[in-house]
Nanobody, 124 residues
C-alpha cells in the first residue's frame, strides 16, 4: 500500500537524542492513529508509541520517561522525540498508520500504511 516517509534515524551516542518524522505526501493522515513499532535485535517486535487523530497518546512504559510523540496535521506528519537514548534502543523503527483499535490491541500487522523503517544505532 502507500508508503509513509520516515526520517531522523542514524548513529547517536548513549545519552543523545534523535527526532523521527513520519508523514505522507500521497494522502491525508488526519484520520489515522500514527505511531512507531521497533525491532530490537534479540527481542520481539514492540510498539513504541502512538498518537490518535484527537491527539491522545500512548508510549511504551519502558521508554515513556524518554520518548514523546506528537503530530502536526497541518504538516501531515507525526514526530517521535527520543531523548537519553540507550544502547538497548538500537534497532529498526517503523512508522505506521492505522485505526487506533489496532494500536491498542497491538495488531501491528493490520496497519494500513507503513514506512520503510529507519535504523537507529546507539553506540559510542
Amino acid at each position: 500500500q502507500v508508503h509513509l516517509v520516515e526520517s531522523g534515524g542514524g548513529l547517536v551516542q548513549p545519552g543523545g537524542s534523535l527526532r523521527l518524522s513520519c508523514g505522507s505526501v500521497e494522502l491525508s493522515l488526519d484520520y489515522y492513529a500514527i505511531g512507531w513499532v521497533r525491532q530490537v535485535p534479540g527481542k520481539e517486535r514492540e510498539g513504541v508509541a502512538s498518537i490518535n487523530s484527537d491527539g491522545s497518546t500512548w508510549v511504551a512504559p519502558s521508554v515513556s520517561d524518554r520518548f514523546t510523540i506528537s503530530r502536526d496535521n497541518a504538516k501531515n506528519t507525526a514526530f517521535l522525540q527520543m531523548d537519553r537514548l540507550e544502547s538497548e534502543d538500537t534497532g529498526v523503527y517503523y512508522c505506521a498508520a492505522g485505526p487506533l483499535a489496532l494500536w491498542l490491541r497491538r495488531i501491528y500487522n493490520g496497519m494500513n500504511y507503513w514506512g520503510k523503517g529507519t535504523h537507529i544505532t546507539v553506540s559510542s
